[in-house]
């Protein structure tokens, strides 16, 4: 595509490629990418705004709610409520699905959304994003969207992405035919194509943990960290800032690999996860696999996940193939 291309062109020239589009869902990601603008104009000026801090509030995960991460979840609420596109939104603010108002129309797509990863760190000015994916409702269309509809297989998302709210505002997505970034031009207010077919590097020099739960990892996982960081294989560089859509996002551009394992505190044999799966990881892994990178838990594959609660957490591990599968034959006891 030469020329200077918004994301709006691209959406529409990504619809050609396909005969049975109806254009249904490019109008929805239009709308989205204005929520987007919104909350990037809030978080750049987070600082001279009453947004930062605590609201109050606990969400549904047990975190403490940030004003910003509620200012965000209204800013999609009101640019998605009324298109037509959605039945219903899932956020990881909300116990429950967010049902679309009774005086419009119920579509045939659910949006889940995390409208703020990272919002912990906003107070100290670390990037934060928002994560999102979009699957095709399950239920009867022109009803009220229903659990099972958000319910749904990484492997059914039909688009997905992320905004990174950092040094500039870069919005990355996937509909299931590679992955674009395009970067905000606040000058003339839109979203421009600056990284085409992004592809992750077979392998990387990175490692991104948080390795103060090292005493409460699983020995495989131990084994394999010390073993990147060892003389003889190179050693690995450690990158970890803590929220997960800008750690993702430098693994995605650099290779590497990202881990959230298990932890097993006071005595716990079956291990607890931090990780949303409809909010975080299922999003996140789709992008990373669309790039031809890999998704998983240890266990099983990340996508191949069918979730049986809108807050299901689960363990991650993605990055750059080769990186993903030497984590793999540790964990699975073959080294």
């Not at 606990?58 to 965000?72: E, F, I, Q």
Request: overall charge negative.
């Amino acid at each position: 595509m030469a020329g200077i291309v918004t994301v709006q062109r691209h959406l529409v020239e990504s619809q050609s490629l396909h005969a049975e589009a109806s254009g249904e869902l490019t109008a929805l990601l239009w709308d989205l990418s204005l929520a987007f603008k919104v909350i990037s104009r809030a978080v750049n000026q987070a600082g001279l705004l009453d947004v930062l801090g605590k609201d109050g509030d606990t969400n549904a995960s047990g975190d403490t709610v940030m004003k910003l991460d509620r200012y965000a979840q209204d800013v999609i609420f009101e640019a998605m409520d009324h298109g037509g596109h959605l039945c219903c939104m899932a956020s990881e603010e909300e116990d429950e699905l967010i049902a679309i108002p009774d005086k419009y129309p119920k579509g045939k797509y659910v949006l889940s959304f995390d409208p703020l990863d990272g919002s912990s760190n906003i107070d100290v000015n670390v990037s934060v994003g928002t994560i999102f994916s979009i699957h095709r409702r399950v239920t009867e269309h022109g009803t009220p969207g229903q659990d099972a509809d958000a319910l749904q297989r990484g492997h059914d998302i039909v688009a997905a992405g992320y905004v990174i709210y950092g040094s500039s505002t870069m919005l990355v997505y996937s509909t299931g035919d590679g992955v674009h970034g395009f970067t905000l031009d606040p000058s003339v207010g839109e979203f421009l194509l600056s990284h085409e077919d992004i592809r992750i590097p077979e392998r990387g020099k990175i490692y991104s943990v948080n390795e103060g739960n090292t005493p409460w990892w699983d020995d495989r996982t131990r084994r394999y960290v010390e073993h990147i960081k060892s003389i003889e294989q190179g050693p690995y560089k450690t990158r970890y800032i803590g929220s997960m859509i800008a750690d993702v996002h430098r693994t995605l551009l650099y290779g590497g690999i990202f881990l959230y394992p298990k932890t097993y505190k006071n005595g716990d044999t079956e291990g607890s996860c931090k990780l949303r799966l409809l909010y975080e990881a299922a999003p996140m892994g789709y992008i990373v696999e669309q790039a031809g990178g890999i998704a998983h838990t240890g266990e099983e594959k990340l996508l191949d996940i069918v979730p049986t609660e809108l807050h299901q957490r689960c363990s991650v591990v993605l990055g750059s193939p080769a990186d993903v599968n030497e984590y793999l034959s540790f964990y699975r006891g073959e080294r």
